[in-house]
């Protein structure tokens, strides 16, 4: 149920990529704006990236396999990256349209009849992007976050383009269309390189947020007052998937089901704090003096 909630906000997403890149060609065919045209474009690349989006929640679905043991949600990354790389792409289109202008402005037709198509397309990305954005933030989707951001990105674009043609309309300067378009390109190489950051920290297997690891740390604390100690903390995000792994450091004496016990408790504790997460832990005794040989990710080999 929840991968086909998230897919449904995509396939919103693609509907409405369809309705505003439909609805702002006209207004730049109407007016031959430049900042109008830098507005239509970006909503192209909507479409894609809500198509790419789809196609990455589709695949995250999916459930592990014997080549993927790990499960698909790394996949999710696929999307937020493309969407990245297209959004330098729609700057740089943007931008080759755009200085010719600089040198030789032109006039803009029917200004406020292409205003009009372009703030209906900016309430359809708005509304959508907010909804998006609380949905993906609540259910830890980074493909849903992008696309949320990339909307509320070309919201702000919409708005820049608006001033600047109703600039032009007013003052007659015509130089200030192409200058809005190039801002507008600066905005939009500001929204893809976040995006492609943050795809790159996924894909690098950064560790949980701080507020996630306090909550592992709250849940351990009342073991360590019992006298079971804890280390070797990792832990990665593979798109909504979370991923711990610890060692528990018992008395030698305990039998391994009493270990057993207190291990599936703790790693119970934790997936009821943190929603689809997979906990590993390793049960070590505290006398042997190995159990302090693998605190790093590569364990110390050395005798004693």
Known sequence: MK???????????????LATMAVKFIG???????????????????????????????????????????????SEYFSSGVEGAL?????????VESVPR???PEPIDQPFVGLAFSVFGAIINGALAWFMLQAGKKQRSITLEADAHHLFADVTTTVGV????????ITHW????????????????????????QTGLGLLDTALPREDINIINGILEPYRQQGIDFHAMRSRIAGQR?????????????TVQKGHTICEEIEMAIRKALTDSTVF?????????????????????AEN
């Open 28 to 74: 730049y065919f109407l007016t031959g704006s430049v900042g109008l045209f830098s507005d239509a474009a970006e909503s192209v690349v909507n479409l894609v990236a809500a198509l790419v989006g789809l196609w990455a929640l589709t695949l995250a679905a999916r459930p592990a396999d014997e080549d993927h043991t790990y499960g698909h949600t790394k």
């Open 242 to 254: 979370r991923f711990v792994s610890f060692h528990v450091i018992v008395p030698g004496e305990w």
């Open 281 to 301: 832990t390793h049960l070590e005794p505290k006398e042997d003096p190995v159990t302090f040989q693998d605190l790093e990710l590569d364990r110390n080999t």
């Open 87 to 95: 959004i330098l792409v729609a700057a740089l289109v943007i931008a």
């Open 174 to 197: 015509y130089i200030l269309d192409p200058i809005v378009a190039l801002l507008v390109v600066i905005n939009i190489i500001w929204t893809g390189t976040k995006l492609l950051r």
């Open 162 to 169: 608006l001033v600047g043609v109703l600039m032009v309309a």
């Open 3 to 17: 991968h086909t909630s998230l897919r449904l906000y995509m396939f919103l997403s693609i509907a409405a990529a």
């Open 102 to 104: 600089l040198f030789h």
